[in-house]
């Protein structure tokens, strides 16, 4: 079992819809968590980091995670087709913070 | 200012080979990584260099792969013997503080 997991879609939506991006995760010692956006032929870039349970938003995206079932979500609130990109969910743990186990990545595809 | 630059972009060599991948982090980051990240899978950490502290080289794979790092500047990730499950694409990222980690393009590895 990977210890991170998350749906590789692709994931097709109309624009101006709520997108919403999910990620599971095994280790318990897991205590902060990212999001990362990657364009096709780009390196990853960090939307958003969050540390323990809860919620945290930044303009049209809202981070969440549920520490008690091991779930991270990202939501894009009136999704543009420049959204279109892979999203990769990340973890770590304290001991060695700079380690993070990354997703494998869910495509999404906004539909003008 | 400049991001993270990595070279070449794209690389094809062939099985046996020696391979050497540069990467220029951002001017000041102290902290730098080396991920690898295989057609349709998240990133896999492979090493981690902070400052003049021993390297972390926990993640490489096999004997065969070597990283150095000049001080705070240029790394070279050397992949001896290359084979095809090399084929990957390899990021390197730069930072300061371990949560915000700015990648680069990548390098584009293909073993014939």
């Known amino acids: 079992q990977k210890e991170v997991e998350q749906d590789p879609g692709p994931l097709s939506v109309p624009e101006g819809a709520i997108v919403s991006l999910n990620c599971t995760y095994s280790?318990?010692?897991?205590?902060?968590f990212m999001w990362y956006r990657q364009y096709s032929r780009k390196g990853p870039e960090l939307l958003m980091y969050?540390?323990?349970?809860g919620n945290k938003e930044d303009g049209r995206f809202t981070a969440q995670v549920d520490k008690s079932s091991k779930y991270i979500s990202l939501f894009i609130r009136d999704s543009q087709p420049s959204d279109s990109a892979t999203y990769l969910c990340?973890?770590?743990?304290?001991?060695?913070?700079?380690?993070?186990?990354f997703g494998s990545g869910t495509r999404l595809l906004v539909r003008p | 200012g400049a991001g993270v630059s990595q070279s070449p972009s794209n690389k094809v060599t062939e099985k046996g080979k020696d391979v050497e991948l540069r990467c220029d982090p951002i001017?000041?980051?102290?902290?730098l990584y080396w991920y690898r990240q295989r057609l349709g899978q998240g990133l896999e950490f492979l090493i981690y260099?902070?400052?003049?502290?021993?390297?972390?080289k926990s993640g490489l794979p096999s004997d065969r792969f070597s990283a150095e790092r000049t001080g705070e500047s240029v790394s070279t990730l050397t992949i001896q013997r290359t084979q095809q499950e090399d084929s990957a694409v390899y990021l390197c990222?730069?930072?300061?503080?371990?949560?915000?980690?700015?990648f680069g393009p990548g390098t584009r590895l293909l073993v014939l």
């Open positions: 990340a973890s770590g743990d304290m001991d060695s913070s700079y380690k993070l186990i």
């Open positions: 280790n318990s010692a897991f205590q902060y």
């Open positions: 969050t540390y323990s349970s």
């Open positions: 001017s000041g980051h102290t902290a």
């Open positions: 260099f902070q400052g003049n502290s021993a390297p972390d």
């Open positions: 990222a730069s930072s300061t503080g371990w949560q915000t980690q700015y």
